[in-house]
């Protein structure tokens, strides 16, 4: 078992990945305890999170080999690719695909194809699992933006080092996200 730590140091974050301190992002207000998580509060969780799942995009981002794919599931990201944070539906805080069908029953999904590159590779984070409506969706570990602004809940750093997270990758890994030390 890995376990990966996001550390608070004053105003700044970083992580610990295989001896690597790398900085990184979190939502926008700060960090919140796990209990007190509520959808949209822009507040990332503290807790020790598994990373569940490999999403990334094939055309941007294409060093998935066998090796990953046997210590973690990936999932390729198309331009259907959706995740639902809508409180009210049956498919809160899981993968969907965009069709007509889902736009028409569906009110509020974040797509996973972006312009912005914070989704070209990222982990899910074994948050909110039972899918407890209103407690925090989508919860990701993923590319930095590039003015390395806040997230909305989420973990991010660089792009450049997710090549180097990878490598550092265990079957059971966890990313532990911690308060002020």
Same mark, same amino acid.
């Given at each position: 078992?890995?376990?990966? *730590?996001? =550390?608070?140091?004053?105003?700044? @974050? $970083?992580?610990?990945? %295989?001896?690597?301190?790398?900085?990184?992002?979190?939502?926008?207000? /700060?960090?919140?305890?796990?209990? +007190?998580? *509520?959808?949209?509060?822009?507040?990332? #969780?503290? /807790?020790?999170?598994?990373?569940?799942?490999? @999403?990334? !995009?094939?055309?941007?981002?294409?060093?998935?080999?066998?090796?990953?794919?046997?210590?973690? #599931?990936?999932?390729?990201?198309?331009? +259907? &690719? %959706?995740? &639902?944070?809508?409180?009210?539906?049956?498919?809160?805080?899981?993968?969907?695909?965009?069709?007509?069908?889902?736009?028409?029953?569906?009110?509020?999904?974040? =797509?996973?194809? *972006?312009?912005?590159?914070?989704?070209?590779?990222?982990?899910?984070?074994?948050?909110?699992? $039972?899918?407890?409506?209103?407690?925090?969706?989508?919860?990701?570990?993923?590319? $930095?933006?590039?003015?390395? !602004? #806040?997230?909305? /809940?989420?973990?991010?750093? #660089?792009? !450049?080092?997710?090549?180097?997270?990878? !490598?550092?990758?265990?079957?059971?890994?966890?990313?532990?996200? &911690? %308060?002020?030390?």
């Amino acid at each position: 078992m890995k376990i990966w *730590r996001v =550390k608070q140091n004053g105003n700044q @974050y $970083s992580i610990d990945i %295989g001896n690597i301190i790398i900085p990184c992002q979190i939502g926008k207000n /700060g960090l919140i305890s796990s209990k +007190l998580k *509520r959808e949209g509060d822009l507040s990332t #969780p503290i /807790g020790k999170w598994k990373l569940q799942s490999l @999403y990334y !995009r094939q055309d941007k981002f294409n060093y998935i080999d066998k090796t990953i794919k046997k210590k973690i #599931p990936t999932f390729k990201i198309t331009k +259907l &690719c %959706g995740w &639902c944070d809508d409180t009210d539906s049956t498919f809160y805080n899981q993968k969907i695909i965009i069709d007509n069908h889902i736009s028409i029953i569906q009110t509020h999904f974040e =797509k996973l194809w *972006r312009d912005d590159d914070a989704y070209d590779i990222f982990f899910e984070l074994a948050y909110n699992n $039972s899918a407890i409506k209103n407690k925090g969706s989508a919860i990701f570990f993923h590319c $930095s933006f590039e003015d390395l !602004r #806040p997230t909305s /809940g989420c973990v991010a750093m #660089p792009k !450049r080092f997710f090549l180097h997270a990878l !490598r550092n990758l265990d079957v059971e890994t966890y990313l532990e996200i &911690c %308060g002020l030390e």
